[in-house]
């Protein structure tokens, strides 16, 4: 007899002495098995791709605590170019766009995502082909957030609120 038919009897014999109601256990613990292994990797990979920005974070970490971290950080930079983008795309029709002057501060925040919380200073500049149309330029203070799925690949702005910014 070979080792797979020995196997094979073995199997049904064991599964033969089963009673329905302890199959149904064996059935459910091999599934709740199975799930937990699935949030454990889940974890594990959320933990992979938020690690860069959070080790950056300074004190103990608590998802859903906003965190401060750098503002030279190059993803709080990305995030700001990205809400900058979108920001200037909300108002093509004007003859002028903004750009970043400097990030004043950054948080983290990690939700079912991340929560880039930034206060950003922007200039106003003319677009090249509204050179006479041009006001002079002006500087905004802007709080945006952006969300980050990485795993989807998507990003988004969430929040943002602008006033104009008075040099002293």
């Known amino acids: 007899m070979s080792s797979t038919d020995r196997c094979a009897r073995t199997h049904v014999q064991v599964t033969a002495r089963l009673t329905p109601a302890t199959a149904v256990k064996e059935h459910r613990a091999r599934v709740v098995s199975v799930s937990q292994r699935c949030c454990v990797l889940v974890l594990v990979l959320f933990a992979a791709v938020c690690s860069p920005v959070l080790s950056q974070a300074s004190g103990p970490m608590m998802t859903g605590h906003p965190r401060d971290v750098s503002v030279k950080n ?34 983290v925040q990690v939700v079912a995502g991340i929560n880039y919380i930034m206060e950003v200073q922007l200039r106003r500049v003319c677009k090249k082909s509204h050179w006479e149309k041009c006001p002079d330029p002006k500087d905004l203070r802007c709080s945006f957030t952006v969300t980050e799925i990485p795993w989807q690949h998507k990003r988004f702005v969430y929040r943002k609120s602008c006033k104009p910014h008075k040099h002293y």
């Open 74 to 107: 190059r993803k709080v930079w990305r995030a700001a170019q990205f809400a900058v983008s979108e920001f200037n795309e909300a108002s093509t029709h004007e003859p002028f766009s903004y750009q970043i002057l400097n990030v004043t501060s950054a948080k």
